[in-house]
């Protein structure tokens, strides 16, 4: 791990603004072998884990991956002001338009303030998923959270936001 505090790597390697690609894995020649961010993605942590780990790695053919389609009521929620000693909560609703059952294998959040629950039954075609995020100020702010779920579609992972001011 390296911690630059000049960014003068950032500067000179000119990296994406999107942290997924901000992350990468280095050889012992210090040869990037693989990039991404493996907190956000299950999927890059268990590339890293099988490359550190020496074993081999086949690019899956993404042409057996049983995937389906979904629609999604909204993206994001405004939440407004509210008393920060007062949890808020925010449902999504994730339906299944494709031909296969819906899989949510991962949801993360990009702070601990906001956790996440969810059936974690497979949606069948039809069928939805609802998700409820519930946002807990530790104090008051104006606040901006993404909250990212991995599933079985060609858009996952898809990004869902909650904002609002916890005064």
């Known amino acids: 791990m390296c911690i630059d505090e000049k960014d003068s790597f950032n500067l000179l390697n000119k990296f994406p603004k999107d ?4 992350t990468f894995l280095l050889d012992k020649n210090k040869k990037v072998v693989a990039i991404g961010n493996p907190i956000n993605n299950p999927q890059i942590k268990e590339l890293y884990q099988k490359i550190i780990q020496g074993e081999t790695t086949n690019q899956k053919d993404e042409s057996k991956l049983v995937q389906t389609e979904v629609s999604i009521d909204k993206t994001s929620v405004e939440m407004g002001s509210f008393d920060w000693h007062k949890e808020q909560k925010a449902t999504f609703t994730l339906k299944n338009t494709g031909g296969s059952p819906l899989v949510i294998q991962d949801v993360t959040t990009s702070y601990g303030c906001t956790t996440v629950s969810y059936s974690k039954e497979p949606a069948h075609p039809g069928k939805e998923i609802t998700l409820e995020a519930v946002y807990k100020a530790e104090h008051p702010e104006h606040f901006s959270k993404t909250v990212t779920v991995y599933c079985n579609t060609a ?10 001011d916890a005064k």
């Open 155 to 164: 858009s996952s992972p898809i990004r869902l936001s909650l904002s609002g």
């Open 19 to 22: 942290n997924r690609f901000q």
